[in-house]
T-cell receptor, first 115, second 109 residues
Framework: DTAVSQTPKYLVTQMGNDKSIKCEQN?????MYWYKQDSKKFLKIMFS???????INETVPNRFSPKSPDKAHLNLHINSLELGDSAVYFC??????????????FGAGTRLSVL | SQKIEQNSEALNIQEGKTATLTCNYT??????LQWYRQDPGRGPVFLLL?????KEKRKERLKVTFDTTLKQSLFHITASQPADSATYLC????????FGTGTRLLVSP
């Protein structure tokens, strides 16, 4: 069983469209995250949620809206896609926000290409 | 400004040798530092976590050191194998992890 699964794996779309990426974890973790990895492979946190509550929002444009219907799911909706949104988006989870337990488990990534 | 720097150039070594990767940070005072491995097309995978009061941590062929005075962590892979070829990322932080840019390791047979 995949611990952190995200869909789709690939997403190719036109500028201006709206798209969603879904993420589910079956590890029983309290905390989930979205990261963006750009073309230079720099991995940067976007959001974190703990028990469905938003904890971190890293000055991401408000075109990006995360939603956590329950603590096992964290979806990412992106409105009005721009060329600069092209990247690999990773979902991750960790047992809690406590640093000693903050080992993160990543999904396989969603490669978003905006044309 | 805060920075986490890893050698951006790939590290090429021969199988059987020890690989040493460096992570330097500035303007952080982390209590913990983590190392992850990332293979192409995959998400990072956790390897080791070291606390500020631990000088060294080992796991099988992996060893991590953490020098809070030098603001540096070293990551060693002994008896390296081609299967160790990957990008290695260091990360530190409290509620959020900040990742370094990673160093690509290539182990040739």
């Amino acid at each position: 069983d995949t611990a952190v699964s995200q869909t789709p794996k690939y997403l190719v779309t036109q500028m201006g469209n709206d798209k969603s990426i879904k993420c589910e974890q079956n590890l029983g973790h309290d905390t989930m995250y979205w990261y963006k990895q750009d073309s230079k492979k720099f991995l940067k946190i976007m959001f974190s949620y703990n028990n469905k509550e938003l904890i971190i929002n890293e000055t991401v444009p408000n075109r990006f809206s995360p939603k956590s219907p329950d603590k096992a799911h964290l979806n990412l909706h992106i409105n009005s896609l721009e060329l600069g949104d092209s990247a690999v988006y990773f979902c991750a989870s960790s047992p809690s926000l406590i640093v000693a337990k903050n080992i993160q488990y990543f999904g396989a990534g969603t490669r978003l290409s905006v044309l | 400004s805060q920075k986490i720097e890893q050698n951006s150039e790939a590290l090429n070594i021969q199988e059987g040798k020890t690989a040493t990767l460096t992570c330097n940070y500035t303007n952080y005072s982390p209590a913990y530092l983590q190392w992850y491995r990332q293979d192409p097309g995959r998400g990072p995978v956790f390897l080791l976590l070291i606390r500020e009061n631990e000088k060294e941590k080992r796991k099988e062929r992996l060893k991590v050191t953490f020098d809070t005075t030098l603001k540096q962590s070293l990551f060693h892979i002994t008896a390296s194998q081609p299967a160790d070829s990957a990008t290695y990322l260091c990360a530190l932080g409290f509620q959020k992890l900040v990742f370094g840019t990673g160093t690509r390791l290539l182990v040739s047979p």
